[in-house]
C-alpha cells in the first residue's frame, strides 16, 4: 500500500522483484509500475494509501490488457494496527473477514443520548446494536478460508522479527485482568479479521465499538483484530474483476502484520498511544511482510502443479454481502438476487438490474434498503 511495504520485497535472495518494470495507465502517481520477475510468474504493485486508491489502482490493474489474471493468487500484504485482545505487535494476520466499520452514522461522542454506548450507528438503524438496515455492497467480504488455512501454514514456517522496544512496550499489557494476555505475547501467526477504514482511530472506546461492529456485521463470527485503510476498496474491485470474468476471488490472500496496538494500556492515553508511544514495531512489522510472506509466495509455486494451479475448493462462502459472484453469504440478510450468481467455478456473471435507494428481499427473507 506504500513505499515500506513494497521495498522490503526488494533485493531479496529468493527472486528479483524488479527485474521488469511495467508502467501501468491509472495506477498511482506515486507507485505507477507494476514490478515483476523476469519469469512473470510472481509481480508486485503498490496501491497507494486509503480506500479511493486502492481501488482506483486494482481496477486499473484488471482491465489492462498487459495481464493474464485468470489463475493469479492475490497476497494483500501490508500493516495495520492490532486489537490486544485478539494479538499483539509484529504479529502476522491472516484474515476471513475483511469489514468496512466506518461505514455507518456518526455522531460526536458528546451528542449521543445517555444509553448509547458509541457514536458510531449502523446506516439505516437507529441504534448502536442494529444490523445496517441501508446496505451499500462493501460492507462486509469473506475469502477463500481454505487458502488463508494453507497460507497460515506456511507463514509459520517463519521466524518473525521483533524488537527491544516492541518487547518493552507490549509487557505493559500484561494486565492483572489478563484482558490483553495476547498483547503481552510474543509475535505469532494469528488467524483473525481486518477492518477497513480511512480514519486513522486510536483508543479503547473507539476500538471496542468498531471491533462490536465487526462481530455485528458478520453474524457474531468475525474476529476484530488489525485495522486497515485498504482491504475493502481492494475486494469490491476484485469482486467486480471476478463477475466480468478477470480474476478468481478464491485465490486472494489477506495478510496484515501487526505495527501498533489500536487502543492504550491501562493508564496511558489515547493520544500517546497514537502520537508519541515508542511502540518499537514498526520496523519488525514490515520485515514480518516479507518473512511470513516469502513462505506463502514459495509454498504457492512449489505446490503450483500439484496443488494451486487448479485452485484450492473453497469450503466457506466467498463474496460480498450482495451475493455478486454466488452462493448466499453466512452473514447479513442473505444474498439479494432472486436466482443464483455464476459460482466460483464460473466467472463471469450477467447482468442484474438492481435499483438504487429501493427495498430489496434476501433470500433469508429479511427486506432492507440498497442504498439511502
Not at 453474524?219 to 463477475?243: F, I, K, P, W
Not at 452473514?331 to 459460482?343: R, V
Amino acid at each position: 500500500m506504500f513505499d515500506p511495504e513494497a521495498e522490503i520485497w526488494w533485493g531479496i535472495p529468493e527472486f528479483d522483484i524488479l527485474a521488469k518494470n511495467i508502467t501501468v495507465p491509472g495506477f498511482s502517481p506515486l507507485f505507477p509500475d507494476a514490478h515483476c520477475t523476469d519469469d512473470g510468474s510472481i509481480c508486485q504493485l503498490v496501491t497507494g494509501e486509503g480506500e479511493i486508491n486502492a481501488a482506483v489502482t486494482i481496477a486499473s490493474l484488471v482491465a489492462s490488457p498487459m495481464f493474464d489474471l485468470s489463475k493469479t493468487y492475490f497476497l494483500i500484504g501490508g500493516i495495520a494496527g492490532v486489537n490486544p485482545e485478539v494479538a499483539t505487535v509484529a504479529s502476522v494476520t491472516f484474515a476471513r473477514y475483511a469489514v468496512q466499520v466506518a461505514l455507518q452514522y456518526e455522531f460526536d461522542v458528546r451528542d449521543i443520548p445517555d444509553n448509547f454506548t458509541t457514536g458510531y450507528i449502523p446506516q439505516g438503524s437507529t441504534q448502536p446494536d442494529e444490523y445496517p438496515q441501508s446496505i451499500y455492497g462493501t460492507e462486509v467480504f469473506e475469502v477463500n478460508d481454505a487458502l488463508r488455512k494453507l497460507a497460515v501454514g506456511f507463514a509459520r514456517t517463519a521466524t518473525l522479527n521483533d524488537s527491544a522496544e516492541a518487547i518493552a512496550y507490549r509487557a505493559m499489557y500484561n494486565t492483572s485482568d489478563g484482558l490483553y494476555a495476547a498483547g503481552a505475547e510474543l509475535p505469532s501467526v494469528v488467524e483473525c479479521d481486518v477492518a477497513t477504514s480511512d480514519v486513522y482511530y486510536s483508543g479503547k472506546l473507539l476500538s471496542e465499538a468498531l471491533g462490536n461492529y465487526t462481530t455485528l456485521a458478520t453474524n457474531g463470527t468475525g474476529v476484530y483484530c488489525t485495522t486497515a485503510q485498504e482491504d475493502n476498496a481492494t475486494l469490491e474491485a476484485m469482486v467486480r474483476a471476478h463477475a466480468a470474468g478477470l480474476l478468481d476471488f478464491s485465490r486472494i490472500i489477506i495478510m496484515r502484520t501487526a505495527s501498533d496496538m489500536d487502543r492504550p494500556y491501562p493508564g496511558e492515553a489515547a493520544t500517546t498511544n497514537l502520537f508519541w508511544a515508542n511502540q518499537g514495531a514498526f520496523v519488525p512489522a514490515i520485515q514480518n511482510i516479507y518473512l511470513a510472506g516469502v513462505k506463502v509466495v514459495e509454498g504457492i509455486l512449489c505446490e503450483w502443479g500439484s496443488t494451486f494451479e487448479r485452485g484450492i475448493n473453497a469450503t466457506n462462502y466467498v463474496g460480498d454481502i450482495f451475493g455478486t459472484i454466488g452462493g448466499t453469504p453466512d452473514f447479513g440478510p442473505g444474498t439479494i438476487f432472486e436466482e443464483e450468481q455464476a459460482s466460483l467455478k464460473r466467472r463471469g456473471v450477467g447482468a442484474r438490474r438492481v435499483k438504487r435507494g429501493t427495498e430489496m428481499k434476501g433470500r433469508r427473507g429479511l427486506t432492507y434498503r440498497l442504498g439511502q
